[in-house]
């Protein structure tokens, strides 16, 4: 069965330094690849999406990475801000024009001052 | 631009009973979205919809959710009866194409509470 796992449910990282998250998934072939963010008491909120024959996005602070090989997404918040705590979801299409969004379980993301 | 509404916020019932949710999506949205997130899991597509017609419902517990979208636009989801396990936030999203995926809007859930 199609399996998404993110590499752990908490990461504490110090303010400035960089915060890299994993998704990895199994049994899937996905067209793209997208990273939401979700606060306490919040619905997730769209950060980047990155396609299947992508290697890499960039978003101000924000990287994501997808090696289709590995089966692997990883997304980089560089110079980290206390703001930048909550949680990060990633989640895959099977492709474009079908938006069945399957969803990691999260990881949630403290930055410490 | 205003964003998803949803209502209400918080609610409580007693297993067996009934409870309703309602949607209203970003205006111009074709495309409406229930999921239902437990506690510590990402979220799971229940029903997804576009214009009033479904396109996806196979992840939802026929026997006992329902979900209706008159008109194309609001949207209810219904659980009758409720189960301990229904226990979860229920998040409404709603869809515009943008550069050809749909970027997805999400409300900010219903949580409900099966006691």
């Known amino acids: 069965s199609q399996k998404i796992e993110q590499n752990s449910e908490a990461l504490n990282i110090q303010e400035g330094k960089t915060a890299t998250l994993t998704c990895n998934y199994t049994?899937?072939?996905?067209?793209?690849l997208q990273w939401y963010r979700q606060d306490p008491g919040r619905g997730p909120v769209f950060l980047l999406l990155?396609?299947?024959?992508?290697k890499e996005k960039r978003k101000e602070r924000l990287k994501v990475t997808f090696d289709t090989t590995l089966k692997q997404s990883l997304f980089h918040i560089t110079a980290s801000q206390p703001a930048d705590s909550a949680t990060y979801l990633c989640?895959?299409?099977?492709?474009?024009?079908?938006?069945?969004?399957?969803f990691g379980t999260g990881t949630r993301l403290t930055i410490i001052p | 631009e205003a964003g998803v509404a949803q209502s209400p916020r918080y609610k409580i019932i007693e297993k067996r009973q009934s409870v309703a949710f309602w949607c209203n999506p970003i205006?111009?949205?074709?495309?409406l979205y229930w999921y239902q997130q437990i506690l510590g899991q990402g979220p799971k597509l229940l029903i997804q919809?576009?214009?009033?017609?479904?396109?996806?419902d196979s992840q939802l517990p026929k026997d006992r959710f329902s979900a209706e979208r008159l008109k194309g636009v609001d949207s209810t989801l219904k659980i009758q009866p409720a189960k301990l396990e229904d226990s979860a936030v229920y998040l409404c999203?709603?869809?515009?194409?943008?550069?050809?995926?749909?970027?997805?809007?999400f409300g900010p859930g219903t949580r409900l509470t099966v006691t």
């Open positions: 990155i396609r299947e024959n992508e």
């Open positions: 205006s111009g949205h074709a495309t």
């Open positions: 999203a709603s869809s515009l194409v943008v550069g050809g995926f749909y970027e997805q809007y």
């Open positions: 049994n899937y072939s996905p067209a793209y």
């Open positions: 919809f576009q214009n009033n017609g479904v396109v996806d």
């Open positions: 989640a895959l299409a099977p492709n474009f024009g079908n938006e069945k969004l399957t």
